[in-house]
């Protein structure tokens, strides 16, 4: 009976006596500075330096800094498009994501040293407090003075935002007036549609500032409002849209291509193969169609004019795009921060990659678009194009891979030749400032006006105008101009009309006024003739 007993507990002695040797291993291997003796988990030499780096430094030195540092450098040698984002940056990183906004709905711009509200977001947080464009910022909540000194645009978004519900105090000058106002703060949509209007009888225009949380929607509805005015051709503009949601994308080139086309496909080591083709009855598959591309046209738009190119069914007019064919997705890490790390490589329908190449060397690689324009890229077409691997589309026409999408029709960079302190006058935001300070001083003239057509019969700057300007610029900003040649003053003529039809419209003013003079739309009209 003992020996039996003996038979069944002896292995459950030399398994406990296992365990306990264990556990002394490990913690002898705590308690000395000498090589690993036993472990549970196998470490990494990444993790055993920070840990060194953690107990045994001379100076302090934060944990998190640690970990950033050592995360920032392993994704350095990865593409330039993995990146650490810290917890405190991740809600303004996701922001252009999105399609509402939390704050006071009001734009403003900083004129000496004094916050000028320059558009007001309807019925919006800041006009239903009773603020109007052309009120100055003076204090926030009583005790933060912000006129009369310095201080970041940025600083000063952070004094102004903050999560719907909560209220701000803000003390504001008008005419002779100090006024007291409490906003409170409220989500408000932001527009991802810039601007959707008929050009012609026939032709409408759209330009989408992104691809975010309901833009495919908002297309709907504009595409909608467009048809319903006899829209039958389309201009599509996408210069400046730096990409956004890849989902949102595909779902707008669904509603321009027939059958079961396919859109977009994305593979990676660890990522099969996924296609993505469409599947419905478009809202605008046979109408002629014109797609306006230029250099910061990057990700998805790339996407989505890439289709429309491979399958022949849109002209690309404008430049080659930015060239970025890598496909991310979002990790959360246990601190709050989180990894935006490629995944996968996104190819057109005929098999594209128009990520352009980056090594080791991210300044290079930042830096590209301003070597296109230093080796005339942007302004001479023979040079534009990028030297990858050529397709063929459905009707016979070359395209490339290896660096951004190429236009059918090459836009040249405007780069007419302007005078220096010229050029200063758009650096220092002089014509801006001068446009708004006018609106001001003739308001009720100016409120009159009906719409932002009107602003080319009713706004025709002259000598008055221009000496009024060169006044300002010297006052207010410093720049010095004696002279505007005749070229000159038409360039800036044209100018001050858009900017007064923006201070008069917002988006909607500026892009109709613009428009007409806008070398990519007027070609974009003639190519749907």
């Known amino acids: 009976m003992g020996s039996k007993k003996l038979q069944v507990w002896l292995p459950i002695l030399f398994a406990l006596t296992v365990v306990l ?40 030195f934060a944990s998190d800094s640690i970990n950033q540092l050592a995360v920032n450098q392993l994704l350095s040698h990865l593409d330039p498009h993995s990146v650490l984002i810290p917890s405190a940056q991740l809600d303004a990183a996701e922001e252009h994501l999105q399609d509402n906004m939390k704050g006071i709905g009001v734009e403003f711009q900083v004129f000496d040293d004094t916050v000028n509200v320059m558009g007001i977001v309807k019925a919006g947080p800041s006009e239903k407090a009773g603020i109007e464009v052309g009120d100055k910022f003076i204090a926030i909540n009583d005790s933060i003075l912000i006129t009369g000194k310095y201080l970041k645009v940025d600083k000063l978004r952070s004094l102004l ?30 527009p991802i549609i810039d601007v959707s209007y008929m050009l012609d009888n026939e ?9 975010a949380d309901r833009s495919y929607e908002a297309f709907m509805e504009h595409m909608g409002d467009l048809k319903k005015k006899g829209m039958k051709k389309l201009i599509l503009d996408l210069r400046g849209n730096g990409g956004g949601l890849l989902k949102e994308a595909i779902a707008i080139a669904d509603e321009f291509l027939d059958g079961e086309k396919l859109i977009v496909y994305t593979e990676g080591d660890h990522q099969p193969r996924i296609e993505n083709r469409s599947r419905r009855d478009g809202i605008f598959e046979t109408g002629k169609l ?11 738009s790339e996407v989505l004019a890439g289709a429309l190119q491979d399958w022949d069914r849109a002209t690309i007019i404008g430049r080659r795009t930015f060239g970025k064919g ?20 996104y190819y057109t329908p005929l098999g594209r990659n128009i990520q352009k190449p980056y090594g080791k060397d991210r300044q290079e690689y930042n830096e590209e678009l301003l070597s296109r324009y230093h080796d005339g890229s942007m302004i001479k077409a023979d040079t534009a194009k990028p030297k990858g691997k050529a397709f063929k589309t459905p009707g016979g026409k ?25 050029l200063r006058l758009y650096y220092r935001n002089s014509l801006s400032g001068f446009v708004y300070r006018y609106y001001l001083q003739n308001r009720t003239k100016f ?47 044209q100018r001050l009309q858009t900017l007064m039809a923006r201070q008069l419209w917002r988006n909607e003013g500026y892009f109709e006024i613009s428009n007409r003079y806008d070398m990519a739309v007027q070609k974009g009209l003639i190519n749907l003739k």
């Open 161 to 190: 935002k903050g999560e719907a519900g909560t209220t701000v105090k803000i003390k504001i000058y008008r005419v002779g007036k100090i006024l007291n106002k409490v906003v409170e703060r409220a989500a408000f949509p932001v």
């Open 203 to 211: 032709t409408g225009f759209m330009r989408i500032d992104r691809f």
């Open 290 to 300: 014109v797609v306006l591309v230029d250099e910061s046209s990057a990700s998805a």
């Open 326 to 345: 890598l496909v991310q997705q979002q990790f959360q890490l246990s601190d709050g921060s989180a990894v935006r790390l490629t995944i996968a490589r």
């Open 398 to 422: 070359l395209v490339y891979d290896g660096g951004g999408i190429s236009p059918d029709i090459f836009i040249p960079l405007d780069t007419s030749n302007i005078s220096e302190n010229v």
């Open 21 to 60: 040797g264990m556990l002394i291993g490990y913690q002898l291997r705590e308690e000395t500075t000498g090589g690993r003796f036993f472990g549970f988990s196998k470490r990494t030499s990444l993790q055993e330096v920070v840990d060194l780096v953690k107990s045994r430094y001379v100076d302090k």
């Open 447 to 493: 409120d009159k006006i009906a719409k932002p057509e009107d602003v080319l019969t009713e706004f025709i700057p002259g000598e008055k105008e221009f000496d009024a300007l060169r006044s300002f610029a010297l006052s207010h900003d410093g720049v010095i101009v004696n002279f505007f040649s005749d070229k000159e003053k038409k360039q800036i003529s």
